[in-house]
């Protein structure tokens, strides 16, 4: 019913810049909250920035001053800008969005993107 797509990532020097973008398609009647989570081997998915529909957003302490998440909701996309890239920032990306489908109005559910890969490397 709701699919999410990432595109963007890949292999970036320390310092470098990445941009991410999502797509949510399918039967959509609203978008809450969209945002990025990240996994990196070993370690527990973390939230790594979020928009909500109001617009306010949400960084986790070591993204700040660095990422900037910003959406457009006339295309349920929502885009996640990255620079000054650090290895610790190497992770599998996900986007992730509250959603209720035109089944469902009342009902929002979580969806994830199948994951992008960001990888930073000297």
């Known amino acids: 019913q709701v699919q999410l797509v990432e595109s963007g990532g890949g292999s970036v020097q320390p310092g470098g810049s990445l941009r991410l973008a999502c797509e949510a398609s399918g039967s959509i009647s609203n978008i809450d909250t969209m945002g990025w989570y990240r996994q990196a081997p070993g370690k527990k998915r973390e939230m790594v920035a979020i928009v909500i529909s109001d617009g306010r957003t949400h960084y986790v302490d070591s993204v700040k001053g660095r990422f900037t998440t910003s959406r457009d909701n006339a295309k349920n996309m929502v885009i996640l800008q990255m620079s000054s890239l650090k290895p610790e920032d190497t992770a599998l990306y996900y986007c992730?969005?509250?959603?209720?489908?035109?089944?469902?109005?009342?009902?929002?559910?979580?969806?994830w993107g199948q994951g992008t890969q960001v990888t930073v490397s000297s």
């Open positions: 992730y969005a509250i959603i209720s489908t035109i089944q469902s109005p009342r009902v929002p559910e979580t969806y």
